[in-house]
Structures are given as C-alpha cells and as structure tokens.
Nanobody, 124 residues
Framework: QVQLVESGGGLVQAGGSLRLSCAAS????????MGWFRQAPGKEREFVAG???????DYADSVKGRFTISRDNAKNTVYLQMNSLKPEDTAVYYC??????????????????WGQGTQVTVSS
C-alpha cells in the first residue's frame, strides 16, 4: 500500500513559480516511477511529467522548458518545480505512483496509486 500526499499548490500570477511536493509512504518508492498529472475543469486528466528509475524523465510538450520533475528517494518525495506559469496551467495537480519496475509514461491507467490533488491557480 502506498499513500501519496501532495502539497505546495496555491494562487500565483502569470510568470510566477510554484514547487509541488508529493510525499509517499511505503517501502517501494525507490522502485517506482512517479508522475504528475493535472486536470482542469471540463477537461480530461493529462500527463505533465514523470521520473523513473535510471533517472529517465518525460515531460508533456506544453511544459517542457518550464517545469522540472525531481525525486529524493531518501525522503520518499517527488517534486515538480513549475516556472513561467501560465493561466492555462491552472488545474488540480495529482501525484501518481507507477507499478514497481514498470514504465507507464503518459498513460494514467498504468499508475496504481494517486494522491488527493492540489489546486494550482494562475491568474493573468
């Protein structure tokens, strides 16, 4: 069983920055890929970024060059540094844990644990 708790969301002006954190419980964190997804009102959940063992990192085209994902296995935590935020980044951001040893990439169906979400609002 893995529990994920996100933090760091909030209200920020366009061009600003936020750092999201996701703290994970359990002993399998180091063997799991971790992803960030987001969902805006009326839209489907979309992949934002992911990091897997071997330091593989994937990003959605819409956030490349602005967002950076990282992980600290000693703290069982994954981070999403978001810079140059835009109003279209407004959404609920979810942390998700991939199955141990798997690479699910942008396919949310492959992730087996999810956090409760944290709201990010970017004002223009």
């Amino acid at each position: 069983q893995v529990q994920l708790v996100e933090s760091g969301g909030g209200l920020v002006q366009a061009g600003g920055s936020l750092r999201l954190s996701c703290a994970a419980s359990g002993r399998t964190f180091g063997s799991r890929g971790m992803g960030w997804f987001r969902q805006a009102p009326g839209k489907e959940r979309e992949f934002v970024a992911g990091v897997w063992t071997g330091s593989r990192k994937d990003y959605a085209d819409s956030v490349k060059g602005r967002f950076t994902i990282s992980r600290d296995n000693a703290k069982n935590t994954v981070y999403l540094q978001m810079n140059s935020l835009k109003p279209e980044d407004t959404a609920v951001y979810y942390c998700a844990a991939d199955r141990p040893g798997y690479y699910s990439g942008s396919s949310y169906q492959g992730y087996d644990y999810w956090g409760q979400g944290t709201q990010v609002t970017v004002s223009s």
